[in-house]
Nanobody
Framework: QVLLVESGGGPVQAGGSLRLSCAGSEMSFASYVMGWFRQAPGKEREFVASISRWSGGDTTYADFGEGRFTISRDNAQKTVYLQMNSLKPEDTAVYYC?????????????????WGKGTQVTVSS
């Protein structure tokens, strides 16, 4: 069982930055592909970013995150991060961390078997 706990959300003004963290409990954390998803009120959950297992040398981003968001991982700390810059009001959502026993980064929520409870990000204009 993989337990994931997100932190780092909160209120921020447009143009500002936040770094989300997701701490995992699994001893083999490094062997999981990790992803971030978000869900805004009244909208479906959507993919944000994903990072490959082990060294994390391969990453994938949603179009809205390219150039603004950066996903990274620290396997020694069993933590994955999402650095978000130049935030916009439309980035307001609950952000979820997820883990998957797959080979490559994935944009599909169905491939992730473990999820955190989420952290709220609110961007004001």
């Amino acid at each position: 069982q993989v337990l994931l706990v997100e932190s780092g959300g909160g209120p921020v003004q447009a143009g500002g930055s936040l770094r989300l963290s997701c701490a995992g409990s699994e001893m083999s954390f490094a062997s999981y592909v990790m992803g971030w998803f978000r869900q805004a009120p009244g909208k479906e959950r959507e993919f944000v970013a994903s990072i490959s297992r082990w060294s994390g040398g391969d990453t994938t981003y949603a179009d809205f995150g390219e150039g603004r968001f950066t996903i990274s991982r620290d396997n020694a700390q069993k933590t994955v991060y999402l650095q978000m810059n130049s935030l916009k009001p439309e980035d307001t959502a609950v952000y979820y961390c997820a883990a998957a026993r797959i080979v490559s980064p994935s944009t599909s929520a169905d491939e992730y078997g473990y999820w955190g409870k989420g952290t709220q990000v609110t961007v004001s204009s």
